[in-house]
């Protein structure tokens, strides 16, 4: 199965800063990546897919890069909303996989 | 709006049997191909299974292959797991999902990412 990294595990960023979050592919897998949004009990929310599509209905301050085995989630200009755990899933081959999530924290 | 809502969680003992349903409210729900993922109590997500929109094709995460099975009702909007031989470890929020790639009228479009997602039910496997 094909092991998705995020770094960090963990972030504290303060209201209005640019935060960038990594994910790492244990192999090549072109564009096949989303980006969800998950906050204390609730379902997680589409972000971005195709590596660097934004959903529908989604804020601009999220975007999306990479390509292979290298992706970035970039908020760039964090909101109170923003504080939450974000996940990259791949979804080039089965069994898709999900990294192993990053909490973003207010400083 | 495309609603997802899972039912049928809840206290079962390990070795045990459940199944769960997740039931659309949506128009187009035999067009999507449709997922099951889940989340262990502060864990992170953890794909489970997918069935095709027709229900032919259908896909395991090795850690339930043999135990559980995805199925599908399209004509009633219904998706399914059945959950056999249970085990303290499958203990977790199980969350049902749409899947982007849909068929319309004879063609087919790709995808692979989830929206919606319903709110999720609870799985716990203790004696």
């Known amino acids: 199965a094909i092991q998705l990294t995020q770094s960090p595990s963990s972030l504290s960023a303060s209201v209005g800063d640019r935060v960038t979050i990594t994910c790492r592919a244990s192999q090549g897998i072109s564009s096949a990546l989303a980006w969800y949004q998950q906050k204390p009990g609730k379902a997680p929310k589409l972000l971005i897919y195709d590596a660097s599509s934004l959903e529908s209905g989604v804020p601009s301050r999220f975007s999306g890069s990479g390509s292979g085995t290298d992706f970035t989630l970039t908020i760039s200009s964090l909101q109170p909303e923003d504080f939450a755990t974000y996940y990259c899933?791949?979804?080039?081959?089965?069994?898709?996989?999900f990294g192993q999530g990053t909490k973003l924290e207010i400083k | 709006q495309v609603q997802l809502v899972e039912s049928g969680g809840g206290v079962v003992q390990p070795g045990r049997s459940l199944r769960l349903l997740c039931a659309d409210s949506?128009?187009?729900?035999?067009?999507?191909?449709m997922h099951w993922v889940r989340q262990a109590p502060g864990k992170g997500l953890e794909w489970v299974s997918v069935?095709?929109?027709?229900?032919?094709?259908?896909n395991y995460a090795d850690s339930v292959k043999g135990r559980f099975t995805i199925s599908r009702d399209n004509s009633k909007n219904t998706l399914y797991l059945q959950m056999d031989s249970l085990r303290a470890e499958d203990t977790a929020v199980y969350y049902c999902?749409?899947?982007?790639?849909?068929?319309?009228?004879?063609?087919?479009?790709?995808?692979?990412?989830?929206?919606?997602w319903g709110q999720g039910t609870l799985v716990t496997v203790s004696s």
């Open positions: 999902a749409r899947d982007r790639a849909h068929c319309t009228n004879g063609v087919c479009y790709r995808g692979g990412w989830f929206d919606p």
């Open positions: 899933q791949q979804f080039n081959t089965y069994p898709y996989t």
């Open positions: 069935i095709s929109y027709e229900g032919s094709n259908k």
């Open positions: 949506g128009f187009t729900f035999s067009s999507h191909a």
